[in-house]
């Protein structure tokens, strides 16, 4: 019987992070299996800024965009990653329906790339869009989407008393039945 992979059904969203900062290989291959994921036209609208905390000063820059709630926890991620999306077509300049499902699916090959690498990645829409534009000089043309902290799992004790019983929570999913319909939707 076919099953979901390992890399995808066991896959969670950390609080807690070891101190260990990834190597730089082994973040650039996390990049690379997002830079080969499918994208419309070949557009490949997708971009990331990263910093680790080897960087103080720009890890305080990222860690400055996050609202308080992830700020919490985020500053002991050894790596926060920025994922954007270009607005316009590369070829004609015109706007981009596709960036934001493509970014995406480049996060979805991140997301189990990081996974089978021993990496775990919790994403984040909780910060300040317009901070990290301006923290993080990006330019009109792109969209900052989700914020991202990458590292190897922690030890929950190292976490704030108050954020104890979210780190062991597991987010529980839907039932197959309720998101996908045969011939037509049936809400």
């Known amino acids: 019987m076919i099953k979901v992979i390992d890399f995808i059904s066991h896959r969670y969203s950390p609080t807690a992070f070891d101190k260990r900062v990834p190597t730089k290989e082994d973040l650039l291959i996390l990049f690379e ?65 596709y960036a934001h499902y493509d970014t995406g699916m480049a996060i979805g090959n991140l997301l189990v790339q990081a996974m089978s690498q021993g990496l775990y990645v919790h994403q984040m829409g909780g910060y300040d869009r317009n901070k990290a534009i301006s923290n993080l000089e990006i330019p009109d043309d792109f969209e900052p989407m989700a914020m991202m902290a990458i590292g190897y799992p922690g030890n929950l004790a190292d976490l704030p ?20 319909y045969y011939g037509r939707i049936g809400l």
């Open 33 to 97: 299996a997002a830079q080969k994921a499918p994208s419309a036209f070949n557009e490949q609208p997708w971009r990331f800024i990263y910093t680790t905390t080897d960087d103080q000063p720009a890890h305080r820059k990222f860690l400055d965009c996050l609202v308080d709630a992830n700020k919490l926890w985020a500053k002991t991620a050894p790596v926060l990653a920025l994922s954007l999306a270009k607005k316009t077509l590369t070829r004609n300049g015109k706007p981009n329906f």
């Open 161 to 180: 008393a108050e954020l104890h019983e979210r780190a062991i929570k597991r987010s529980v999913r839907k039932n197959i039945d309720e998101v996908v």
